[in-house]
């Protein structure tokens, strides 16, 4: 079956420490992207990468970072400068940036 | 980046079809209006996205207005599968922005028994 997943479902951590969201995709697409919820929120754009070894910035970068050494995978690392990390991550993927966006099934990110 | 303005909530009756109204005054000529919906814990789903001329697809209807500052979304039998935050999204190539979803609140949809 073709998708995107993200691992794990539910995730905690101390406050002060790195973590690192998984999102893994075999579409073929080359767009991916992450996002963070809030509850009662709508989605909020953190990172975007068009093609390997490129990435950008989206609306709420800062405490976060990303890389994007293979077409499949696209991680995020919530580091310890991100003053409020708790929130649901989203990950999706797109053939190419105008076409429509596919959603994996998201983490859920508590810090303590 | 264009907004777009839709109500917080709206229900509706299994199998009666479901309009669900999207305003978007300040649309540019070259945004496409992109329709998700999301369940409780999920990650959002693509429903249909059009340009000038009505769309459909299995799953819904997008109807839009000729002067293009509003849409509807058009469910036609709802389900209870149905009941979701539905998002009404605008993106385009203004700025070099046509990767962006820039997600609202959406329009909680109850779909009763």
């Known amino acids: 079956d073709g998708g995107i997943t993200q691992s794990p479902k539910y995730l905690f951590r101390k406050e002060g420490q790195n973590v690192t969201l998984s999102c893994e995709q075999n579409l073929n697409h080359d767009a991916m992207y992450w996002y963070r919820q809030d509850p009662g929120q709508g989605l909020r754009l953190i990172y975007y990468s068009q093609i390997v070894n490129d990435f950008q910035k989206g609306d709420i970068a800062e405490g976060y970072s990303v890389s994007r050494e293979k077409k499949e995978s696209f991680p995020l690392t919530v580091t310890s400068a991100q003053k409020n990390p708790t929130a649901f991550y989203l990950c999706?993927?797109?053939?190419?940036?105008?076409?429509?966006?596919?959603f994996g099934p998201g983490t859920r990110l508590t810090v303590l | 980046d264009a907004k777009t303005t839709q109500p917080n909530s709206m229900e509706s009756n299994e199998e009666e079809p479901v309009h669900l109204p999207c305003n978007h005054s300040t649309i540019s000529g070259t945004d496409y209006i992109h329709w998700y919906r999301q369940l409780p814990s999920q990650g959002p789903e693509y429903v249909i996205h059009?340009?000038?001329s009505n769309v459909n697809n299995r799953m819904a209807s997008l109807a839009i207005a000729e002067d293009r500052k509003s849409s509807t979304l058009i469910l036609h039998r709802a389900t209870l599968r149905d009941a979701a935050v539905y998002y009404c999204i605008l993106s385009g190539e203004s700025g070099g922005s046509n990767y962006k979803l820039t997600f609202g609140k959406g329009t909680l949809l109850t779909v009763n028994p």
């Open positions: 059009g340009l000038t």
């Open positions: 999706a993927s797109s053939i190419t940036r105008r076409n429509e966006q596919f």
